[in-house]
Structures are given as structure tokens and as C-alpha cells.
């Protein structure tokens, strides 16, 4: 019986075989990429090609148009330049379209198109999965899927501890940073909370007599309508559905309100003589100062002009993205078909000066009563089927922030350091909003002093 033994240089050869062999098919693979690569580019071109922009790198995009945190200033720039929309290339084979004209943001906030998956989807670990808990009193398809549709739902507090917007990252690679670890740990703590409150409530549900208590209540608070809740099926709320909604709702009045209220008063700080007003106004209302009640809200018609303005200035969500389901025809004619990727620039719809005359300043009176406007031409709030289900509540808790921080302080801007905004999910600036705060007499105090 005979033993063949490979010898060593017959073994390098089969081994440089594999190896050339390996090479030529990742060569093939990556010719096709390339084709398909130059397919697609071309047709993005020809479908935009009733869209002039400014020139782009062929694979860079408008990548050297694009200084660091100089999003907005470019936004502002291509408004006044391309009417109504302008193609943004991200890299030569992504693409998405800016649209700042009310005509369109009215036509696309009439459709049912998809969120863009890209701009979206590191919000997942965060707040679940959309769309799974249909519940009474709401849309169908869960709170959740309602309110990440709208500029009143869309965050970056948690997920972008370092002002990189991770949506341009793979996740993978994104989870091994810093930054995505710091993400995980965020995460986890917020649902450790949403889990404590959820698990305590459904204890005490437990304690006999309780639930029929909670049953013949004619307002139900948000967790007790998710408790009692049940799925088209029959079946109740899971505790990962559960978390999803409580999250969802609780992170709708944290940042996107956050940022609202924090450029209100920046707003009034720079000018002066629309604060005073709005105070004499907030003091004739209130008078020694008390507890602002419901009526009130409706009784401050200058104080919101004001906020109005600031939230048109300074929009707590700058855009919304959209990929279109089917094509679409705008009232201009021109058109783009299924596929693409739209931002409904909430910013630029804003700064827009065919929209608004003279933009940049402040001017309350373009809300005074019985003032004409475009019915898109303000959308803080968004618009259409989807608009923000606590939009109401919002301007409400914005209402009475302004008016009772009116009320007690005057509000100065710091000269040394005036914020930059900055375009992230909600509307930040770069350096912070410092404000100096000078205390006004109580009322209540000096009478008390008498």
C-alpha cells in the first residue's frame, strides 16, 4: 500500500490557485457593484434632472458645500437660489430631496408614504418596535407609529451624546464606539425606568377593587388606557409593547417641548419690547399671580403671536424625512418618481422669503388675528392626517411656561454667547442658550410686606 504525500510546493500551488481564484471573484463582485453603482446614479439623475442644484462631486455628493454644523446657513442659502425644492446629494449614489415650499409640503403631508428607514431606525432600540399596539381613543397602528411620523416625536436626547448623527453609520460599527456604547446605556436606563413605573402600576391594578375603581373613572390616564387595552386579537398589551408606548409618549413632551420653550425665551430675551408686552399682558391676566387655569390660554392672543414666531424662527424639528410609496406629481408639474428619499425641510418651509417676507426678523403680527397665510406655510407641528397627536398640549405647556417665566423674571440675552443652531432631530444649538434672568417684584410679597 502506497501514501501520497503532498509535497510543500504542490501545496503552495493549490493554495495560490484558491487564493487567484478568490481574488477574480471579489474582482467580479465589485465590477457589478460598480455597474450597478453607475445604473442607479444615472437613474437618480434622470429623475432629477427637473431639479437643478448646485454641482456635486460624483461621489462625494455636496459633501464639500457641507461645513461642520453649517446645515441650516445651506439650507437657507439653496431656498433663496432653487425654488421650491434642490436635490442634496449625500455620496454619488444617495440622494434625498429638500422641499421648503408650502404646495409641496401640502401635497407629500397628504399622502401615506414611509418615514425614510435611514433617518429612523437607530430610534428603534430605544423606543421599540411602531405600530404594534392598536388601542381605543387613536389611530390604528399603535401611538407609536403615529407620533414618530410627526416633528413632535423626533429625538436625539438619548441616542446622539455626541451631536454625530448615527444614521449615516453602519450599526455594527456604531454599537463598538464610544458613542454607541454610551447609546446602550442610556437606553437601558430609560427602559429600566419605563419597566418600574409600568410594573408598578400593574401591581397596584392588582389590589382587589382597584381595577372596577379605575373602570368607572370618565377620564382614564395614558398607562391605565394601555393597561386595559387590547389587541385586535383580543389579547392584551405585551410588556415590550407596553414599554414602547409609555416611552414613545413620554419622550413626545421632553425634548422636542424642550427645545421649543428654550427658544421662546431666547427670542423675547433679544427683543425686549415684544416681552414687555407679552408681560403686561400675562399681568393683566393674572394679576397677583396666580395659578394660570384653561381659560387663560385663550385670553393671551399677544403671547402667542410671540411664541408662534419663535416656534416659525426656530423650529423644534427642522425636518421630516419621507420615502416615497408611489410617484408623485407636484402642482408645478414637475415630478419624482417612486423611491426617492424627500426631506420636508421644516426649516427652510420657515426661512423661506417667498413664504415669509423678510424671514430672519421677528414679527408676532404675521399671527395677529385674522392674518392670511398658506395653510403649509407653519407647520411646528407638521400637518396633514399625521400631524402631532399632542400638538394641542403642547402649545398649552408652551403657554404656560412663557408666561408664568414672564410673569416672575426679565429675561436678558448673554452678549458674549449667542447660540448657534444647529440642525440635529430636534433644533439645538451648538454652544448652549444662556440667558440672564433679573427677578421682578412679587406683587403678593409686597403686599404681604405692607
Known amino acids: 500500500m502506497s501514501v501520497s504525500v503532498l509535497s510543500p510546493s504542490r501545496l503552495l500551488g493549490d493554495v495560490s490557485g484558491i487564493l487567484q481564484a478568490a481574488s477574480l471573484l471579489i474582482l467580479l463582485l465589485l465590477l457589478i457593484k460598480a455597474v450597478q453603482l453607475y445604473l442607479h446614479r444615472q437613474w437618480l439623475l434622470k429623475a432629477l434632472q427637473q431639479f437643478p442644484c448646485p454641482p456635486s462631486h460624483w461621489l462625494f455628493g455636496h459633501i464639500q458645500e457641507l461645513q461642520q454644523d453649517q446645515e441650516l446657513q ?7 437660489t432653487f425654488p ?9 449614489g444617495k440622494v434625498r430631496v429638500q422641499l421648503y415650499d408650502p404646495d409641496y409640503m401640502k401635497v407629500i403631508l397628504g399622502r401615506s408614504d414611509p418615514k425614510s428607514h435611514g433617518s429612523y431606525r437607530f430610534l428603534a432600540p430605544w423606543i421599540g418596535q411602531m405600530g404594534r399596539a392598536p388601542w381605543p381613543g387613536f389611530p390604528s397602528g399603535g401611538l407609536s407609529a403615529r407620533l414618530l411620523d410627526d416633528p413632535g416625536h423626533h429625538h436625539e436626547v438619548c441616542l ?4 454625530q448623527h448615527p444614521g449615516g453609520q453602519n450599526d455594527t460599527i456604531y454599537s463598538l464606539t464610544s458613542a454607541g456604547r454610551w447609546t446602550h446605556r442610556a437606553c437601558q436606563l430609560a427602559h429600566q425606568h419605563t419597566d418600574q413605573v409600568i410594573q408598578l402600576r400593574k401591581a397596584q391594578l392588582q389590589k382587589e377593587g382597584e381595577l372596577e375603581k379605575i373602570k368607572r373613572k370618565r377620564h382614564l390616564d395614558f398607562l391605565d388606557i394601555l393597561l386595559l387595552a387590547k389587541m385586535e386579537n383580543g389579547s392584551i398589551l405585551s410588556d415590550k409593547d407596553l414599554r414602547a408606548e409609555v416611552d414613545t409618549f413620554m419622550f413626545e413632551g421632553h425634548d422636542t417641548t424642550a427645545s421649543g420653550i428654550s427658544w421662546i425665551l431666547y427670542a423675547l430675551a433679544t427683543h425686549p419690547k415684544h416681552q414687555e408686552r407679552c408681560r403686561e399682558e400675562i399681568h393683566s391676566l393674572l394679576g397677583d399671580g396666580a395659578s394660570i387655569t384653561w381659560n387663560h390660554l385663550d385670553q393671551m392672543p399677544y403671547t402667542t403671536m410671540c411664541i408662534k414666531e419663535a416656534l416659525r424662527l426656530y423650529p423644534p424639528v427642522p425636518g421630516i424625512g419621507r420615502e416615497l410609496s408611489t410617484p408623485v406629481t407636484f402642482p408645478d408639474g414637475r415630478s419624482l418618481p417612486k423611491g426617492i428619499m424627500v426631506l420636508l425641510s421644516i426649516y427652510g418651509l420657515h426661512h423661506n422669503p417667498k413664504v415669509w417676507p423678510n424671514p430672519e426678523v421677528f414679527d408676532p403680527f404675521r ?14 407641528f407638521s400637518g396633514g392626517s399625521r400631524n402631532c397627536i399632542g400638538k394641542q398640549f403642547a402649545m ?8 408664568l417665566t414672564l410673569l416672575r ?3 436678558l440675552p448673554d452678549p458674549t454667547r449667542i447660540p448657534i443652531p444647529i440642525a440635529r432631530l430636534v433644533l439645538k444649538s451648538k454652544n448652549g442658550i444662556h440667558l440672564r434672568l433679573r427677578r421682578l417684584p412679587n406683587p403678593c410679597e409686597d403686599k404681604d410686606q405692607l
Not at 445651506?74 to 433663496?80: A, L, M, S, Y
Not at 446622539?160 to 451631536?163: F, I, K, N, Y
Not at 385674522?370 to 406655510?377: C, D, N
Request: charged content about 15%.
Open 74 to 80: 445651506r439650507i437657507q442659502k439653496w431656498v433663496e
Open 84 to 92: 421650491s425644492a434642490c436635490p442634496h446629494w449625500l455620496w454619488g
Open 160 to 163: 446622539q451624546p455626541s451631536g
Open 367 to 380: 399671527f395677529a388675528p385674522g392674518s392670511a397665510q398658506h395653510s403649509h406655510a407653519f407647520l411646528p
Open 396 to 403: 398649552n405647556e408652551l403657554k404656560v411656561a412663557t408666561a
Open 409 to 411: 423674571f426679565e429675561l
